[in-house]
Nanobody, 121 residues
Framework: QVQLVESGGGLVQAGGSLRLSCAAS????????TGWFRQAPGKEREFVAA????????YYADSVKGRFTISRDNDRLTVYLQMVSLKSGDTAVYYC??????????????WGQGTQVTVSS
């Protein structure tokens, strides 16, 4: 009963920046964790980053640590993924996901439709 809508994807050259947004609506009171996942062509879907909407604690995959920053809006319903120093390997469909708690790296209950990020070299 939670709706997640991603936006902000697009085409960017290597080394550029992009900010993705995830807007949550519906019955969101118990969805305390929001995460970002991505799936590149020929690869499995992988964890990118997560944030606790209540505490603000953040978590990152090693592949994006230092380049990507996950944050939340003051209303705690919108979560952002600021991506800098983008590489061609970052090209993927990026998905926003939410869950009530537990392991921030897996087992998310709600998913957005995905937004395409393409990094050209």
């Amino acid at each position: 009963q939670v709706q997640l809508v991603e936006s902000g994807g697009g085409l960017v050259q290597a080394g550029g920046s992009l900010r993705l947004s995830c807007a949550a609506s519906g019955r969101t009171l118990s969805t305390y964790i929001t995460g970002w996942f991505r799936q590149a062509p020929g690869k499995e879907r992988e964890f990118v980053a997560a944030i606790s909407r209540t505490t603000g604690n953040t978590y990152y995959a090693d592949s994006v640590k230092g380049r990507f920053t996950i944050s939340r809006d003051n209303d705690r319903l919108t979560v952002y993924l600021q991506m800098v120093s983008l590489k061609s390997g970052d090209t993927a469909v990026y998905y926003c996901a939410a869950k009530s708690g537990g392991n921030v790296y897996a087992d998310y209950n709600y998913w957005g439709q995905g937004t395409q990020v393409t990094v050209s070299s």
